[in-house]
């Protein structure tokens, strides 16, 4: 959870900060995740979504034969067929979405999406996993959907579950949250960003400025 007295430290590149943003980038919802006990029933358009989708991004980070200008355009249009990147932006404002000014907004947008994929393009290296294998998904109601995945190959010697919420139906989905380690993430990078600007007196542009000086690197490790 966010520390009070140092808030920007969850934001720049702390391990666990930096797992949030990268995950929290393919998914956000403004709902909180009801209880699983709703449905049981499976939906396979939505499995066959994100294993087509999120296995391309996947796929797109783990290419050693791309160039990193050629790796950075493809995963960036990946990641627009794979996640509902406007709700995402939103979403991690929490309460600040309903006061962002129009020019705050327009500055925020850009950069928290640069900062998202640097962090993600650096943290695969963590995983460099190779495969996606859809293993099931839950309707939580209808067009609502939890698809869970395991990740495997590359250098991960056990395979890492990863589930998926998606949002729409029939041809359009888009994940709307990523649970990781137990952790639905994009509601922890949410907590992240809104106890910034609270430690801040409101101040927006105080993240914006750290994300500015967070995510104009090179994708690299940080």
């Given at each position: 959870?966010?520390?009070?007295?140092?808030?920007?430290?969850?934001?720049?590149?702390?391990?666990r900060g930096a797992n949030a943003a990268l995950l929290a980038f393919f998914g956000a919802s403004a709902l909180a995740v009801a209880s699983p006990a709703l449905a049981q029933a499976r939906d396979p358009g939505a499995e066959?979504?994100?294993?087509?989708?999120?296995?391309?991004?996947?796929?797109?980070?783990?290419?050693?034969?791309?160039?990193?200008?050629?790796?950075?355009?493809?995963?960036?249009q990946a990641v627009d067929e794979l996640a509902d990147v406007p709700r995402i932006t939103n979403f991690v404002l929490g309460k600040y979405a309903r006061t962002i000014t129009p020019d705050q907004r327009a500055r925020f947008t850009p950069v928290f999406r640069t900062y998202a994929e640097n962090v993600y393009?650096?943290?695969?290296?963590?995983y460099r996993g190779?495969?996606?294998?859809?293993?099931?998904?839950?309707?939580?109601?209808?067009?609502?959907?939890?698809?869970?995945?395991?990740?495997?190959?590359?250098?991960?010697?056990?395979?890492?579950?990863?589930?998926w919420r998606v949002l729409?139906?029939?041809?359009?989905?888009?994940v709307v949250d990523v649970q990781f380690k137990g952790i639905w993430l994009a509601i922890?990078?949410?907590?992240?960003?809104?106890?910034?600007?609270?430690?801040a007196g409101g101040n927006i542009d105080v993240l914006i400025n750290q994300l500015q000086k967070g995510g104009s690197g090179s994708p690299g490790r940080r």
């Open positions: 959870m966010t520390s009070p007295g140092n808030p920007m430290k969850n934001i720049l590149p702390t391990r066959a979504f994100v294993q087509t989708k999120a296995q391309r991004v996947i796929t797109v980070l783990a290419n050693k034969s791309m160039s990193d200008a050629q790796k950075t355009q493809v995963f960036h393009q650096s943290r695969i290296d963590d190779e495969q996606l294998k859809v293993t099931g998904s839950v309707v939580r109601k209808p067009g609502d959907v939890i698809v869970n995945t395991t990740i495997s190959g590359g250098q991960i010697t056990t395979p890492l579950p990863v589930s729409g139906g029939g041809q359009t989905w888009k922890t990078q949410q907590q992240d960003f809104v106890s910034t600007i609270d430690n």
